[in-house]
């Protein structure tokens, strides 16, 4: 095979990494309003963390390592093995179907399809898998473990992010185990109060403490019905859902989870 292909196959993975993480990103803090939302920043954060940076951890470990090994070794036109290859054909039907499954849920729809390109997805992913530990087979067969200017910047990227990650997870932490009514009740702007009394309630039976959260939001939350929520989930009572104002879905919901 051509070592050009190899190359552009290379770039082609990195490019796909700075794009599905820079999605991800964006997603994840647009989704939450981390950074706008103007209270509960650090609960909203928490999901960026554990959702957005750990994600894009990953996705930057299985392909832009593996992209940057392609365009090296198609730059210097080495011969392909066996093992490099066979990675490569792997891992080219692996990107294949998973944009197969990306066109069909986008386009088709569908509880089925969903169901169908959930295998599909987790089908690739391993086949990908399998391309890489290839990979790291012929790394170990012709002992090039030396990193580059390239591969320290990208480690030195990924470390920061697991502290980014480690630092905010054992804030939580430190949040939830020092959380009190009496810490909620202190706070000055009402909607950190009512989130702070949400998290409070959710790990305690105290119905009480729902009702110190106010009824409606302009953007849409209803923080005192998640309460309701909670509880009837929690007492599988679903007398609570009778206490929900925030429309049909919500009563929907509590019912599902009390039965």
């Known amino acids: 095979m051509n070592s050009k292909v190899y190359k552009y196959f290379g770039i082609f993975l990195i490019a796909l990494t700075f794009i599905i993480v820079a999605f991800a990103l964006f997603t994840q803090i647009t989704n939450t309003g981390a950074l706008s939302r103007g209270y509960g920043q650090f609960d909203y954060l928490y999901d ?7 994600f894009s951890f990953v996705v930057i470990i299985l392909s832009f390592f593996p992209g940057l090994f392609y365009y090296r070794f198609g730059n210097e036109k080495n011969t392909p093995s066996k093992l490099v290859s066979s990675s490569f054909i792997l891992q080219l039907i692996s990107i294949i179907l998973f944009f197969l499954v990306l066109v069909s849920s986008t386009f088709v729809g569908g509880w089925d399809v969903w169901i169908i390109g959930m295998y599909i997805g987790w089908t690739a992913l391993i086949i990908y898998s399998i391309g890489i530990l290839l990979l ?5 067969q012709t002992k090039k473990f030396k990193l580059l200017t390239p591969e320290k910047i990208v480690l030195s990227i990924l470390i920061i992010m697991i502290l980014i990650v480690g630092i905010i997870y054992g804030m939580a932490i430190y949040g939830e185990n020092s959380r009190s009514i009496e810490k909620c009740d202190s706070m000055q702007n009402l909607k950190d109060r009512d989130v702070c009394h949400y998290f409070f309630s959710s790990e305690r039976p105290d119905l009480a403490i729902c009702e110190k959260i106010r009824d409606t939001y302009d953007d849409g939350i209803w923080w005192r019905d998640q309460c ?4 009837a989930e929690y007492y599988k009572d679903s007398s609570y859902c009778d206490k929900i104002k925030g429309g049909d879905q919500f009563k929907v919901n509590c019912l599902e989870v009390a039965s």
């Open 48 to 54: 960026v963390a554990i959702e957005g940076i750990l």
């Open 136 to 140: 790291i087979s012929y790394k170990f």
């Open 228 to 231: 309701y929520i909670k509880k």
